[in-house]
């Protein structure tokens, strides 16, 4: 079976938590992406930020982007898998906290990100439809 290594975008980087929001936008635009890992100055994973939440958290409630810092759109302790775990288990954790995107642990170190895009290349076609609506649908 897949491990969580073989289906994760390798190399995720990581948005500082004390650089601004302004600066997590135009990385995202930068890689393409819609979320950036987190990490803090002891190179640990600290939460996931998304492009929903500077629109939604940020820019929306007025508050300035370039002054708001990542490290505040951090919220709780982020959900993550171990590099080894198998794809049942990723989907498990995926559909359980209802997460888009979960970031690759190894050696207590970010070592990549799976996203739906990722799954949709390796999953089945059941498999996929299930998470889809699992999380979409918040059953």
């Not at 600290?46 to 810092?69: K, M």
């Not at 775990?85 to 989907?91: F, G, H, I, P």
């Not at 690759?104 to 990722?118: C, N, P, T, Y």
């Amino acid at each position: 079976m897949p491990t969580a290594s073989d289906i994760m975008h390798p190399g995720a980087q990581c948005i500082g938590e004390d650089e601004s929001l302004f600066q997590a936008a135009q990385m995202m635009r930068d890689l393409d992406v819609g979320s950036l890992p987190i990490c803090g100055q002891d190179d640990r994973l600290h939460g996931i930020l998304t492009d929903r939440d500077i629109v939604l958290r940020c820019c929306a409630q007025g508050r300035d982007p370039a002054q708001v810092r990542a490290g505040e759109m951090a919220q709780g302790a982020p959900h993550w898998v171990d590099a080894r775990s198998d794809v049942d288990r990723v989907l498990t954790m995926m559909e359980e906290h209802r997460i888009r995107r979960m970031p690759v642990i190894a050696d207590h170190r970010l070592v990549g990100m799976i996203s739906e895009a990722d799954l949709a290349q390796h999953l089945g076609d059941d498999q996929l439809a299930h998470f889809v609506e699992t999380i979409c649908a918040g059953k």
